[in-house]
């Protein structure tokens, strides 16, 4: 046979590329697993960090007090913030501020960061936290938010200050 002019690849040059294809896909797969984890995680605790820091700043500027409550039942845990008061924040408006024309709902729930615990020091699941208007400090506390893989720590300190952290992420403050 004369194969002069003909191009293209053996068969056994596109069964090696698959086969390297393959191995490179087998060791991607598991690292970028890894990768969305953490991103979840570090996803949850920045929305953590920001309701509690627009809870505390509300407090300063309306100069109300601000009650910021949580339910840690695992898995279906849930936080919010109300300046009219404690709230449940398992109820579609149960945390929210403003007017009854302006009301602004102030949650965030589990099932918006799946496979991501959090655990605080309340010895009771469901407790709230409150932002006074004066100076915006509060009550001291923190909570863990875990994946399966990772861990990052949320801490109010008594001046009102909200800082996350973690043991072994090189992106965060160590704890």
């Given at each position: 046979?004369?194969?002069?002019?003909?191009?293209?690849?053996?068969?056994?040059?596109?069964?090696?590329?698959?086969?390297?294809?393959?191995?490179?896909?087998?060791?991607?797969?598991?690292?970028?697993?890894?990768?969305?984890?953490?991103?979840?995680?570090?996803?949850?605790?920045?929305?953590?960090?920001?309701?509690?820091?627009?809870?505390?700043?509300?407090?300063?500027?309306?100069?109300?007090?601000?009650?910021?409550?949580?339910?840690?039942?695992?898995?279906?845990?849930?936080?919010?913030?109300?300046?009219?008061?404690?709230?449940?924040?398992?109820?579609?408006?149960?945390?929210?501020?403003?007017?009854?024309?302006?009301?602004?709902?102030?949650?965030?729930?589990?099932?918006?960061?799946?496979?991501?615990?959090?655990?605080?020091?309340?010895?009771?699941?469901?407790?709230?936290?409150?932002?006074?208007?004066?100076?915006?400090?509060?009550?001291?506390?923190?909570?863990?938010?875990?994946?399966?893989?990772?861990?990052?720590?949320?801490?109010i300190s008594p001046l009102g200050r909200?800082?996350?952290c973690s043991p072994?992420?090189?992106?965060?403050?160590?704890?």
């Amino acid at each position: 046979m004369d194969d002069h002019g003909h191009t293209g690849f053996t068969l056994a040059e596109l069964l090696v590329t698959l086969a390297v294809v393959a191995i490179l896909i087998g060791i991607a797969v598991p690292a970028m697993a890894l990768h969305l984890e953490k991103a979840r995680l570090r996803a949850a605790s920045e929305a953590l960090v920001q309701e509690l820091r627009q809870a505390r700043n509300h407090a300063i500027n309306y100069r109300r007090t601000v009650h910021f409550s949580y339910r840690l039942d695992a898995p279906d845990w849930c936080f919010g913030w109300s300046d009219k008061g404690r709230c449940d924040c398992r109820s579609e408006t149960g945390c929210a501020s403003g007017g009854p024309e302006a009301s602004r709902s102030h949650r965030l729930l589990a099932r918006d960061f799946s496979s991501i615990h959090i655990t605080g020091r309340s010895a009771t699941s469901m407790a709230t936290l409150e932002f006074s208007p004066v100076r915006g400090t509060a009550t001291a506390t923190s909570f863990i938010l875990r994946s399966r893989t990772a861990e990052l720590k949320v801490i109010i300190s008594p001046l009102g200050r909200i800082r996350a952290c973690s043991p072994d992420d090189p992106g965060l403050r160590r704890c």
